[in-house]
């Protein structure tokens, strides 16, 4: 009876654990975006305050409401940013879907002589850090005065989602039968209708999803829009949350919700395609 | 067909590899030129001057160049170790709960939606010295009575950065890792378990391996872009204070942009290419053997 008893102790207390160990992990994960909502919330003088005034006094919108209306906090366009980054992450995503969409059907769909080294060419490219390739980029853009345009923002997030598209709609596509497509061969399709009405609806999730994650990556990047953006004609979002720390005074209130203006949309995207994005990525690890 | 000579998956590629030739192979190249070059943006004509390798021999024997490299291999071993280690804990913790799996699962993407630019601001205002959460904490729970300056000593400094990329990163190997727990048969577990293997021998001969891959892949896709946590630092510390936190990349950004030296920042640039290729090839290689070997055993 004695050792039932300590039995049931210790696996109690096991469970005990395991509930305090995920309630931190969890605590850890969510407090310090909670933390930023909560002061684009708050005045600047309750932000300032010492000794720290722990519960919200006085809680307004006044930092969002003065963000977008007329000139923008501080004089920040924060309305042409977000319109200049949204240009640039979108036209760059669809443009990368389609080249992506390409090169994922021929790597699933096709055998070729050196595909692996392809494949890894195409993964090697990503590798290069933004600073280092901004660099280059720089020098010749300024050359061909593109600089400080959508255009070469746009040209710059295509070539840069196009390797992850693929590898993701590479792996969305194998998840498809092969079968499938070579019945509706069988029965009078040309391949590209068989492409079109078999394969692509079936892959389609997958490919929302690649499509999403090329979005964020655009709409998250810094190293590069900070060199090749100059002014308000192509500055994107992350570039002009710097303008605020670039001040004197940093306006605390105001940098908090332009950081809640970012992370929403990136955080509805997220939601929506993470079941597809972990099985794209992992569809290859057991099956090769 | 128009292009009687090229295949199927050739046309099918083409595109990519125009775009990818075009924005990346080409300007590295160009990179690479002008990294044997003294060139400096404010005077132009200098592009065409070949010095050889004097650029990569003064990086190579300059202390500011080894102290930053060093840096960078420091924060890099220490977050990825620690990221691959707490992202196993937090995947195993997240299995076990028998309930509301999907909202912690949920929760665990958090961090990931958040731009490196938005990590960095984030841990600049939590760690900020006088009004920053950290110290907020601590001084009201009576630890310190003084304010501790997190992002003001260079060491604390450097130790602030790691814990916002430790923070953002985790999540990649949480995720990835939990995909494999739940994709794993659970059989072989309990005929381990049946065998008489203890929990930790269970978890390292068996759940271990098949969780490899997936460890690998998580590995990849972080290796493809470690720079990152050039967003981070840039934002957070800007290299400072006195160059207590510089690393490759922002060294790279500094010379190029602030100093004007481009030839000498893309010899910098092209060593820290060199590198995260490198690093590149190696998880890839990784992932390769770690899938085969799942291959022989299921």
Redesign the interface.
């Known amino acids: 009876m004695d050792q039932n008893n300590a039995h049931r102790l210790k696996r109690r207390g096991l469970k005990v654990l395991h509930l305090v160990g995920l309630f931190l992990a969890m605590l850890v994960i969510c407090l310090p975006g909670l933390w930023i909502v909560l002061n684009s919330l708050r005045p600047t003088v309750e932000i300032m305050a010492k000794p720290p005034v722990w519960i919200p006094q006085d809680i307004s919108l006044d930092a969002y409401r003065s963000m977008f209306g007329g000139a923008g906090q501080g004089g920040i366009p924060v309305w042409e940013y977000f319109r200049n980054s949204l240009i640039i992450s979108i036209t760059s995503t669809v443009i990368a879907l389609i080249i992506g969409m390409a090169g994922g059907y021929a790597f699933a769909r096709y055998k070729f002589k050196g595909k692996s080294a392809v494949f890894l060419g195409f993964m090697l490219t990503r590798a290069v850090p933004g600073i280092a390739l901004s660099l280059p980029l720089f020098m010749i853009f300024a050359r061909l005065g593109i600089i400080d345009t959508h255009f070469s923002m746009i040209l710059i997030y295509v070539a840069l989602n196009v390797p992850f598209t693929i590898w993701l709609i590479d792996g969305f596509f194998r998840q498809v039968p092969k079968d499938l497509a070579e019945a509706a061969q069988i029965d009078g399709c040309t391949r590209w209708q068989a492409f079109w009405q078999v394969e692509f609806p079936l892959a389609g999730p997958g490919i929302a999803s690649a499509g999403i994650f090329a979005f964020l990556t655009s709409w998250n990047e810094y190293a590069l829009a900070s060199q090749i953006t100059r002014s308000v004609n192509s500055k994107t979002l992350p570039v002009g949350l710097l303008d605020y720390t670039s001040e004197f005074t940093i306006d605390w209130r105001g940098m908090c919700a332009l950081a809640v203006v970012m992370i929403v949309p990136a955080l509805t995207l997220t939601f929506i395609i993470q079941k597809h994005l972990v099985s794209g990525l992992t569809f290859g690890a057991v099956k090769g | 067909m128009k292009f009687p000579k090229l295949?199927?998956?050739?046309l099918?590629?083409l595109?990519?590899i125009i775009?990818?030739a075009?924005?990346?192979?080409l300007?590295?190249l160009?990179?690479l030129y002008?990294s044997f070059t003294p060139f400096r943006?404010t005077k132009p004509e200098t592009i065409w001057i070949l010095i050889g390798f004097r650029n990569y021999m003064s990086a190579l024997t300059s202390l500011e160049f080894w102290t930053a490299f060093g840096r960078t291999v420091l924060l890099l071993t220490i977050a990825l170790n620690a990221e691959m280690f707490l992202g196993l804990?937090?995947a195993m913790?997240?299995n076990?709960?028998t309930r509301g799996q999907r909202l912690?699962?949920?929760?665990?993407?958090?961090?990931?939606?958040?731009?490196?630019?938005?990590v960095g601001?984030?841990?600049k205002?939590?760690f900020n010295d006088?009004?920053g959460?950290v110290n907020?904490v601590l001084?009201?729970l009576g630890i310190t009575t003084s304010a501790i300056p997190w992002l003001i000593d260079g060491n604390l400094a450097l130790f602030s950065i790691i814990v916002a990329e430790i923070?953002s990163s985790t999540?990649v190997f949480a995720?990835?890792i939990l995909?494999?727990l739940l994709?794993m048969p659970q059989e072989p577990v309990e005929a381990a378990r049946v065998d008489g293997c203890t929990p930790w021998q269970t978890f390292r001969y068996v759940t271990w391996p098949y969780l490899m891959?997936?460890a690998m892949?998580a590995m990849?896709?972080r290796?493809?872009?470690?720079?990152?946590a050039?967003?981070i630092v840039?934002?957070m510390t800007d290299g400072g204070p006195a160059k207590r936190t510089e690393l490759l990349?922002?060294l790279?950004?500094r010379t190029?942009?602030s100093d004007a030296r481009?030839g000498m920042?893309?010899a910098m640039?092209?060593i820290?290419?060199l590198l995260?290729?490198l690093?590149?090839?190696y998880f890839?290689r990784k992932l390769a053997a770690a899938?085969?070997q799942?291959?022989a055993e299921?």
Request: hydrophobic content about 60%; aromatic content about 16%; proline content about 6%.
């Open positions: 295949s199927a998956p050739t099918l590629l595109p990519a775009v990818l075009a924005v990346i192979v300007p590295l160009f990179s002008s943006l804990g937090l913790l997240v076990k709960a912690l699962r949920t929760l665990m993407m958090f961090p990931m939606m958040f731009s490196p630019v938005l601001f984030q841990f205002f939590l006088n009004i959460f907020n001084q009201s923070w999540s995720i990835l995909a494999g994709a891959p997936f892949i990849t896709i290796s493809l872009d470690v720079a990152r050039y967003d840039k934002i990349w922002t790279v950004g190029a942009y481009m920042a893309n640039a092209y820290s290419i995260s290729i690093f590149t090839v890839f899938r085969q799942i291959g299921w």
